[in-house]
């Protein structure tokens, strides 16, 4: 059955919040006690960059996994589409489908800049007392911001944006463009004039307390004589895979090749990462995911069998 859902929180004590989180009072306030003690950190590389992760250990991810749930019950609009079930990027892609000139422009070191205050007063305007705002933080903050790795922090930076996302929304629909949020990525599309907007999209996000990127492949105007690229989905005529990260994992694959010709051993990880990329593929456009899923097959079938 599925569950309704909420406008807002209104948790008044802690007693109502643990019988929400199904958690005791006090284990609750144990784990806030020593927060870094449930916290394992490391780096990793994620899309070619290398971020810093804070993952959340033992009760306190059993915690926050419950607190997810609850959160995502909150009602948001659909054009904040970042890690929310039932939307992707190629949803998040549609509305963009043909138009004559796509803006698209980037959040900023996003998740450091949601701070606990940020979040605290986020709790409190979703009707939690100040106590039970004080505990929430404690447990979906580390380091002064929502953490890279929790299960909290895509739903926490939902929320906290939607006031700004509501502007800059409202300023689309006046220019009868289209406009929706996935995470840090923001993408807007409708009449060729729409750089020109660009100046006030950047005010609002400033005055909202977060900050643009300024690196030019961050803020693009992409017009309908070029590719247009929405987070990763091609969304010129039809929504396909972009011809870069096509011809990218075409190249994986003969490298991949190459390796195992060269009696490489440990080719178990290069082999899993292919898979992935090959069915993103297939996901955006079917029959050049199944030429390449077809290369990769006939080179596994190649590998001796121990």
Not at 196 to 212: C, D, N, S, Y
Request: hydrophobic fraction near 35%.
């Amino acid at each position: 059955m599925n569950k309704r859902n909420l406008r807002k929180l209104n948790i008044k004590s802690l007693e109502h919040l643990a019988l929400q989180l199904g958690y005791p009072r006090k284990k609750l306030l144990k784990v806030c006690s020593n927060i870094s003690k449930y916290y394992r950190s490391r780096d990793r590389l994620i899309k070619g960059k290398n971020r810093h992760i804070d993952e959340p250990v033992f009760d306190l991810r059993c915690i926050l996994d419950k607190l997810q749930e609850l959160l995502s019950r909150i009602e948001l609009p659909d054009y904040i589409q970042g890690g929310r079930k039932g939307f992707s990027i190629i949803k998040n892609a549609e509305p963009h489908l043909g138009k004559a000139a796509v803006l698209k422009f980037d959040l900023e070191d996003f998740f450091p800049s949601i701070h606990c205050t940020r979040v605290y007063n986020l709790f409190i305007d979703l009707g939690c007392s100040w106590r039970v705002g004080s505990v929430l933080t404690r447990l979906t903050t580390y380091g002064g911001c929502v953490p890279h790795g929790s299960p909290t922090s895509t739903v926490i930076a939902n929320l906290c944006i939607l006031p700004l996302a509501k502007r800059i929304r409202k300023l689309a629909e006046s220019h009868i463009c289209d406009y929706n949020q996935f995470v840090d990525d923001g993408a807007m599309s409708g009449r060729v004039y729409i750089e020109k907007l660009r100046p006030l999209i950047e005010r609002i996000i400033k005055q909202m307390g977060f900050r643009a990127s300024t690196k030019p492949q961050k803020r693009k105007t992409l017009y309908w004589y070029e590719e247009q690229v929405v987070c990763g989905v091609k969304v010129n005529k039809k929504i396909t895979v972009p011809a870069g990260t096509f011809r990218t994992v075409e190249e994986e694959i003969k490298f991949f090749k190459q390796d195992i010709t060269k009696g490489k051993k440990c080719f178990e990880k290069d082999a899993r990462s292919l898979r992935g990329k090959i069915q993103h593929i297939k996901n955006l456009d079917k029959e050049k995911g199944i030429k390449l899923q077809q290369k990769f097959n006939d080179i596994i079938k190649k590998i001796p069998q121990h």
